[in-house]
C-alpha cells in the first residue's frame, strides 16, 4: 500500500498540472496499480472531480475521458457497437466487476502496463492519448514514450467508416493477468494487429487484407518479439500469437462491419 | 484530514490519514463484514457499494469517498437475510469469510442486470473468490435467488 501526507482534487487541469510537476507528488487515477506499491508521496493528486468521467459520442470520434472507469467502457452502448462488441470482450476479463468499477482508463492507458488489454484493444483502434501540454499523440507512439509529468486528459477514438473490430486474450486462469492480448480491426482493406501482453508493452502492425490467413497469421506473430515470465515462455506466447491472428483474422474475413 | 460521507445512511465524520484505505476506515466504524482477504485486489471480500455500485474497499481511495453514500452489509440487513437463506438451503457456504463481499455483489448484479442467465452470472460474479468451494452450491443459491425475486416482481 502507498503512503501519501497529503490529497488534494485540483479544480483545474492546470492546477493539476503544476502539482504534478514536483517529483514527490503523483496522480491518483483508480489506485488500482499504487495500491500494489509501497512508495512514500508527498500529495496524491485526484482529477476525479475535473469532468474527465464521461465518454462523448458524435459523429466523427468518441472522447473517453482520463477518469472514465473500465465497467462504463465496457458497457457502453455506442462503443460496443462500433467495435461489434470487441470492447466488452477486452474488459470483461479484467478481475472483477468490483475492480472495473473504480479502475480508469486514465491509469490503464498512462501506465503503459505490459499487460494492458485496454491499450491493446484501444491501440487496435487508432486511438489517440490526450495529452494536456503534449497535445494528441497516436497510442502507438504514446507507449513507447517515457513516463514524464503531463496529465493524460483523454483517449479519442476517431471513426472510420465500416471498420470491423475483433479481440480476444490469452489468460491461464479467468481474471488473471492475460499470457497474450490480440487486437485486430479491419478498415478500408487494411489490417491493423495490435500484441500485448507478450509480455512487454503492445505494439501495432499494419497490413493488407491477405488471401492466405494462415501465412499471414504465421508472418505477422513472427514479427513481433516475445519474453518469458511465471505464466508463459516467449515460444509458447509466440504459437498463442498465431493462434490468436489466425481466429481473429477469420473472423474479420467475415461477418459485418459498423454501419453495415 | 477531514473527512464526512453517509455509512448506511447515517453521516460519519472523522479525521484519517489520506492514505487510509476505505475498509480500513469501515472496519474502524465497527463494519466488520468487510474483510481483507487478499493484498492484490483480486478477491473480492471487501466489497462494498458507492454510491450503488460495487467496488473493492481495499482499493478505492478513502478521500474520494468523501461526500459520498456508501453501503456495506450492515446497510443491506433485509435482503442479505434473504439471499443467505438461500446459500444455506444449497449448503453453499463452508467457512463463510467470503460471504458478505460475495452477497454485496449478488445484491449489486440483482439490482444491475435485468434477468442475468448462467454466463451473466458467472462473469458479474467472477471477482468473488471462495476458497472452500467450487462455486456450484453459490451459482445455484442465485439462480433461485433470481428466481424467486422475479416470482415476486409477477406478483406470485
Known amino acids: 500500500m502507498y503512503k501519501c501526507t497529503g490529497y488534494v482534487f485540483p479544480e483545474s487541469m492546470e492546477e493539476a498540472y503544476k502539482l504534478n510537476q514536483k517529483k514527490s507528488n503523483k496522480i491518483i487515477a483508480g489506485g488500482g496499480w499504487l495500491k ?225 | 484530514m477531514e473527512i464526512k460521507l453517509w455509512l448506511n445512511g447515517k453521516a460519519v465524520r472523522d479525521d484519517v490519514s489520506p492514505d487510509m484505505p476505505l475498509l480500513e476506515f469501515l472496519r474502524k466504524q465497527g463494519m466488520y463484514s468487510v474483510k481483507r482477504g487478499c493484498e492484490t485486489s483480486g478477491c473480492g471480500l471487501c466489497s462494498v457499494l458507492v454510491e450503488g455500485k460495487p467496488v473493492l474497499s481495499c482499493t478505492y481511495p478513502l478521500m474520494r469517498a468523501d461526500g459520498t453514500h456508501i453501503t456495506t452489509l450492515e446497510g443491506l440487513e433485509k435482503e442479505a437475510e434473504e439471499f443467505g437463506a438461500f446459500l444455506a438451503d444449497e449448503g453453499a457456504d463452508q467457512c463463510g469469510f467470503c460471504n458478505p463481499g460475495f452477497i454485496i455483489n449478488v445484491i449489486a448484479m440483482t439490482r444491475e442486470l435485468e434477468n442475468p442467465d448462467e454466463e451473466d452470472i458467472k462473469e458479474y460474479l467472477a ?19 433470481i428466481e424467486h425475486k422475479r416470482s415476486e416482481g409477477r406478483g406470485e
Open chain 2, 127 to 145: 471477482g468473488n473468490l471462495c476458497r472452500c468451494t467450487g462455486f456450484m452450491g453459490q451459482l445455484r443459491a442465485v439462480k433461485k435467488y
Open chain 1, 36 to 260: 500494489l506499491g509501497s512508495r512514500q508521496y508527498a500529495t496524491l493528486i485526484d482529477l476525479s472531480r475535473l469532468g474527465l468521467d464521461e465518454i462523448y459520442e458524435d459523429e466523427e470520434c468518441f472522447k473517453i475521458g482520463a477518469m472514465v472507469s473500465l465497467r462504463q467502457l465496457e458497457t457502453h452502448e455506442g462503443l460496443n457497437l462500433y467495435t461489434q462488441g470487441a470492447i466488452k470482450e477486452s474488459l470483461k476479463h479484467i478481475v472483477g466487476v468490483q475492480f472495473r468499477n473504480s479502475a480508469t482508463i486514465g491509469g490503464s492507458i498512462y501506465g503503459r502496463f505490459g499487460f494492458s488489454d485496454v491499450l491493446t484493444m484501444l491501440m487496435a483502434l487508432d486511438g489517440f492519448a490526450g495529452l494536456y501540454k503534449g497535445g494528441s499523440v497516436p497510442l502507438e507512439d504514446f507507449a513507447k514514450m517515457k513516463y514524464d509529468r503531463d496529465i493524460l486528459s483523454a483517449v479519442t477514438i476517431r471513426k472510420q467508416k465500416n471498420i470491423k473490430t475483433v479481440y480476444s486474450s490469452f489468460r491461464n486462469q479467468s481474471t488473471d493477468f492475460p499470457v497474450l492480448a490480440c487486437a485486430m480491426s479491419l478498415s478500408e482493406g487494411k489490417i491493423r494487429t495490435a500484441l500485448g501482453a507478450r509480455p512487454a508493452r503492445a505494439e501495432v502492425i499494419t497490413a493488407e487484407l491477405p488471401t492466405d490467413i494462415d501465412r499471414f497469421a504465421n508472418e505477422t506473430a513472427n514479427s513481433f518479439a516475445y519474453g518469458g515470465n511465471m505464466r508463459a515462455s516467449a515460444e509458447y506466447r509466440r504459437h498463442i500469437a498465431y493462434v490468436l491472428i489466425k481466429r481473429n483474422a477469420e473472423i474479420l474475413a467475415g461477418g459485418k462491419a459498423y454501419g453495415d
